[in-house]
């Protein structure tokens, strides 16, 4: 590898990386407990109570939504987290005075928040596993969506640390927005169950499009077209790029 | 990619205007140049609009209007080349506290596109030249303020500059590491790379630099070469200790000013051409015996002070040498 910006982006992505595995009890073991502690409560417990859900057993319809959820919570987290704490601990201006271009700085901090939404995604699958058989009838639709979803939840983590001036500002959209739209997401129901304008209003939130399009790529079933969540989170994908680099162009809470 | 002329100044800003948001006027129109290879200070009071100039160079910074040329590249038109060019020490500490020395400098490297294993050679030099190589691989947070300091100036070695701007790099650390940092500047100028210094301590500008630019309220007030400057100061300060009580008419001295700062010290201030024994010979008149004299401060210190307090008189008189 001689081009510049491949080695840029490569030392970005390492130091990612690193930092993943470095702080490892803090990245990787909550979601492992939390989402065991979904699995036994909401699939075993109650799960055993409900039944059915779209055809397939309560804890089998659950497994999507948990790994979408995980996925989403940690790329946003990482890249929020590391791209604030750069701009707290001023490392940022290592980047900022090098030569890289600025998609390189975006696709290096995006690369590695989707890299650990990928490894806390297969942790949970893993954990899935033990509570429940996982046909993956449409395995490119899985990777697809959840490459997909880890990347806008990324975008999205950037923009809100560019625009954060302390560490509050990066907790307020995880739990006032981020939380209350997962779970209204359909990670635990289908949005059949809903009345009719909480039906319509699901369909103004993007996780659930993301929950259902890996779902369909799981179980086989989903609320709404694929192709309808596939084409909604490519417009989430270019929308947020092009603002993320906007927001490095100008500079926003970066240069004055 | 940009063509570099060896011979282009390795700083070149022309007409610079920066205008913060809240109104403030931090540049208003400073132009400047340093010659590859010089060892150039940049000194002026706190808020001068030192550091803003550093951070436009650096892109830290958004400029309002002028031109900016590191090596001959205009920093709008081809920013990627002219930041190859460039190395910055900040002020402020801003590496990452959680890293090693190693992972800092060679990641550094790796923004600017070297490659890994080439990376890691240089950072053995760079750490070893800032004897912090038995710390390579320890937090950077368990290290001293000195060592900090220096491990911003091997980071910023790693990629080679042709320029190097330090922003006040030894801002409060003690006189021994100061001075041995003295020294690795010293070296790294010897061998080629220009340095750009600000600082507060003015004997250091006078120590290590060649050429020097006074900023004071966003404007270059004087620039030119430290020896054609302090050429420049016309006038001598000295203290005297006096042995016994002064009296109460100070004598008159023509042409010089002499002050008493308390019953025993007498300050004078007397053009550098005026014969020192008529001042003894007036102190004799009046009965004072001095018991020692010193020279008031240092030379830089007396020019700087003189072109901050008169900004507009010093305009005036701007020289280039």
Known sequence: MSNPNLIALGTIVRREVVRILRIWPQTLVPPAITMTLYFLIFGGLIGSRVGQMDGVGYMAFIVPGLVMMSVIQNSYGNISSSFFGAKFGRHIEELMVSPMPNWVILTGYVAGAVLRGLLVGAIVMAIAMLFTPVRMPHPFITIASVLLGATIFSLAGFVNAVYAKKFDDITIVPTFILTPLTYLGGVFYSVKLLPEWAQAATHLNPIFYMVNAFRYGLLGVSDVPVWTAFALMLVFVVGLGALGLWLLKRGIGMRS | MTAIDPGVPALCVQALKKTYDNGVEALKGVSLEVAPGDFYALLGPNGAGKSTLIGIVS???????????????????????????????????????????????????????????????????????????????????????????????????????????????????????????????????????????????????????????????????????????????????????????????????????????????????????????????????????????????????????????????????????
């Open chain 2, 59 to 321: 892109s830290l910074v958004n400029k309002t209007s002028g031109t900016v040329k590191v090596c001959g590249i205009d920093i709008d038109a081809d920013r990627s080349a002219a930041m190859r060019q460039l190395g910055l020490v900040p002020q402020e500490i801003n590496f990452n506290m959680f890293e090693k020395p190693i992972d800092i400098c060679v990641n550094y490297a790796g923004f600017y596109g070297i490659p890994r294993e080439v990376a890691l050679e240089r950072a053995e030099k760079v750490l070893r030249d800032a004897q912090l190589w038995e710390k390579a691989n320890v937090m950077s947070r368990t290290l001293s303020g000195g060592m900090k300091r220096r491990l911003m100036i091997a980071r910023a070695m790693m990629t080679e500059p042709r320029l190097l701007i330090l922003d006040e790099p030894t801002a409060g650390v003690d006189i021994e590491i100061r001075r041995g940092m003295w020294q690795t500047l010293k070296k790294i100028n010897a061998a080629g790379t220009t340095i750009i210094l600000t600082t507060h301590y003015l004997e250091e500008a006078e120590a290590l630099c060649r050429h020097l630019a006074i900023i004071d309220h966003g404007r270059i007030v004087a620039e030119g070469s430290m020896k054609s400057m302090l050429a420049r100061l016309d006038v001598e300060g000295f203290l005297f200790d006096v042995e016994n009580e002064l009296p109460l008419q100070l004598p008159e001295i023509e042409g010089a000013t002499l002050i008493a700062l308390d019953g025993h010290t007498l300050d004078l201030d007397m053009p550098r051409a005026m014969d020192l024994n008529r001042v003894f010979d007036a102190f004799d008149d009046a009965g004072i015996r001095v018991r020692s004299m010193r020279t008031k401060s240092n030379r830089l210190e007396e020019l700087f002070v003189r072109m901050i307090s008169a900004p507009q008189e010093a305009a005036e008189v701007e020289v280039r040498a």
